[in-house]
């Protein structure tokens, strides 16, 4: 096997989303050694400036490649509409991000043409779905939802309450009203309160995640690439920029394997908090 073969998938999102990503590339590559990195301190991304998002990519980018990284994924949607194309153009080692896989896997599930996107607001005011989804199909109609008090509900850790309900009750409305039959999850914190978002979108929409799209688009990858790891039990482990007892907490409630101790570190320049 190729030395490069064996070198870590470093994998990142402003904080827990991106375990529903990692989740599916544990599943899928179990030979595959994972860093994950959570920018918990920084979080959210979802109300913050395009420079910022692409300063913090950077900064995560360099700390991931520190650690000797055979690719980087971008397990946040917001990551990805920002600053997926710039960490392209600087990085020499593959980088992949959501958005162009659950796009497409959106077009073809779609019976009427009527897709629904839940999202943060950067990533909706990006328009990057919407241009992503009229690539595929120009006539399909996009109902695109910001929903901003979501992942902050999601990553606060308290049980979900009749508040969250209430919430994803009023972020559904409009999707309800389009009377869609897709519904693209374009915020990879949304999979963790999938059922809950199931009983509020109209009966038998399907539901696109991030996870298993991308996680098929990797594997692709690797193995083109000659990348991919064989044989043998690959190991993970996670780094966040905040505080990582919290990290640990939230994290090993979502995350379907045991998750080990967390390293603290801050990489790069900071945003504006
Ligand atoms: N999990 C992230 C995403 O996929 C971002 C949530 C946030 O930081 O606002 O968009």
Redo the contacts with the bound molecule.
């Keep these: 096997m190729d030395r490069n073969a064996t070198r870590p998938i470093g994998v990142f ?3 827990v ?2 375990l529903t990503v990692l989740d599916e590339l544990l599943a899928r590559l179990p030979s595959e050694d994972f860093i994950y990195f959570g920018d918990t301190h920084w ?4 109300d913050r400036s395009a420079d910022d998002l692409r300063s913090r990519a950077d900064a995560i980018a360099a700390w991931l490649l520190s650690q000797d990284v055979k690719m980087i994924v971008v397990a ?4 990805t509409a920002a600053a997926l194309a710039h960490l392209q153009t600087h990085v020499d080692e593959p980088v992949i991000g ?1 958005m162009t896989a659950e796009s497409h896997a959106a077009v073809q599930s779609s019976r009427t043409r009527r897709i629904g996107l839940l ?2 607001e950067a ?1 909706v005011a990006s328009g990057s779905y919407q241009r992503m989804i009229a690539a595929h199909d120009a006539g399909a109609r996009v109902t695109a939802v910001p929903c901003p008090r979501l ?2 509900a999601i990553q606060s850790g308290d049980p979900f309450d009749q508040s969250v309900v209430d919430m994803v009750r009023e972020y559904t409305q409009p999707l309800r009203d389009a009377d869609v039959d897709t519904v693209i999850l ?4 949304y999979p963790m309160v999938e059922r809950l978002i199931r009983r509020h979108v109209p009966p038998d929409a399907a539901l696109i995640s991030s996870g298993v799209e991308i996680a098929r688009e990797i594997a692709g990858t690797l193995e083109r690439q000659g990348l991919l790891a064989h044989g043998g039990e690959g190991n993970y482990r996670f780094a966040c920029s905040g505080d990582p007892t919290a990290f640990r907490t939230i994290g090993s409630r979502f995350l379907q394997m045991p998750f080990g101790e967390v390293e603290q570190v801050d990489p790069g320049a900071a945003p504006t908090p």
């Design positions: 999102d402003s904080g989303g991106g979080f959210p991304y979802g946040c949607n917001t990551a959501v999202a943060t990533t992942a902050p374009g915020c990879t914190h």
